[in-house]
């Protein structure tokens, strides 16, 4: 009889980050991919494995060893997706974005969750922290990990979701930063297109926080798939969370729009100051101007035209009026 055929060889074994079975709470063993389905059979035992880029053909030995929804399996081989969660019969299949800043601009990334009985599968795109301390964090909870497969997704959101809080903090000191300098001097051009980009990064930011509301409310309240009763206030810890980053990232917003305003009305009030000291001295240079005007119009009869003391009496009473005047404008605040 022959043999039965090999299964294909992994085309990118270096995307497989860690690949490992679960039982009790504790972990058991290592397994390769092509084994991963076999052990998830196992009563009381679940696989949990972590892809990192994967390409097509590790992605469908994936679905072929736990049966995966083909419409998640290619929403996580072309990435791009929106937070959301999806009930595919007895399987979850959950979006997450992922955030940090790399020279002070926002770059996201985003983690794919497929979860049933027996496994957890993470397939990461773009920039994402390793989930090691997430699997570090499970290994020294065994009394909470042999709840399964939904704690383990309860902790990698739980861990995306804090990781906005350290995004935030940069965010809010570039913006502090910021507010004020634009107190002491109005906004130059990198100034104005700093704003626009810390603005546009936190809207995007915002974008991808919200829906995570919707999902947390859904692991929360309503039955699905693998969520056991016991495990679903923790989801209420993360609904929480998310919140508290809306709430930091309207704040932010808010700050940095007040700021600019401020920034706006000082250029306003700055330039008021310009103006009326100008229109100050423009008044004190008219004096003389018309009187020299009015004497330099070579008229033979003018008044006091050859008076000996007409120079020296044209130059004191112009000293004295442009005098008078700045003493006036000074008075007033304009000069």
């Known amino acids: 009889m022959p043999l039965p055929p090999s299964p294909e060889p992994i085309a990118n074994p270096d995307a497989v980050v860690a690949s490992a079975v679960y039982r009790d709470g504790r972990?058991?063993?290592d397994v390769a991919i092509t084994e991963a389905g076999a052990w998830a059979a196992k009563e009381g035992a679940f696989v949990w494995i972590g892809l990192w880029e994967p390409d097509e053909a590790l992605l469908m030995e994936v679905k072929r060893q736990f049966g995966l929804?083909?419409?998640?399996v290619e929403d996580a081989l072309h990435a791009?997706?929106?937070p959301k969660i999806e009930v595919y019969g007895d399987s979850l299949f959950m979006v997450l974005r992922t955030a940090r800043l790399e020279n002070d601009a926002l770059v996201l990334g985003e983690t794919h969750v497929f979860a049933g009985r027996g496994y957890v599968v993470t397939v990461r795109h773009g920039a994402s922290s390793s989930y090691s301390p997430v699997r570090a964090r499970c290994e020294s909870a065994p009394h909470l990990l042999k709840h399964g497969e939904d704690f383990v997704v309860y902790t990698i959101m739980d861990y995306v979701v804090d990781c906005y809080f350290p995004v935030l903090e940069q965010m809010a000191?570039?913006?502090d930063e910021l507010d004020a300098m634009l107190i002491v001097r109005p906004p130059g051009t990198a100034e104005i297109e700093r704003i626009h980009q810390l603005r546009r990064d936190l809207e995007r930011l915002r974008r991808n926080?919200?829906?995570?509301?919707?999902v947390c409310s859904r692991l929360e309240r309503f039955e699905l798939p693998i969520i056991d009763p016991v495990i679903r206030p923790y989801y209420r810890d993360v609904h929480d969370h998310v919140i508290r980053v809306n709430e930091q990232i309207g704040s932010l917003r808010e700050v940095l729009s007040f700021a600019f305003e401020t920034s706006m009305i000082l250029a306003a009030a700055r330039q008021n100051d310009v103006t009326r000291k100008l229109a100050a001295w423009a008044a004190i240079l008219a004096v003389p101007t018309a009187i020299a005007g009015l004497y330099g119009m070579n008229f033979e009869h003018m008044p006091e035209l050859h008076w000996r003391y007409g120079y020296p009496a044209v130059l004191a009473a112009i000293a004295v009026t442009c005098v008078a005047l700045y003493v006036r404008f000074r008075r007033t605040?304009?000069?």
């Open 209 to 214: 926080a919200s829906p995570l509301l919707e």
């Open 333 to 335: 605040g304009w000069l």
């Open 69 to 72: 929804h083909e419409l998640a």
């Open 80 to 82: 791009h997706q929106r």
């Open 173 to 175: 000191g570039l913006v």
């Open 27 to 29: 972990r058991v063993a």
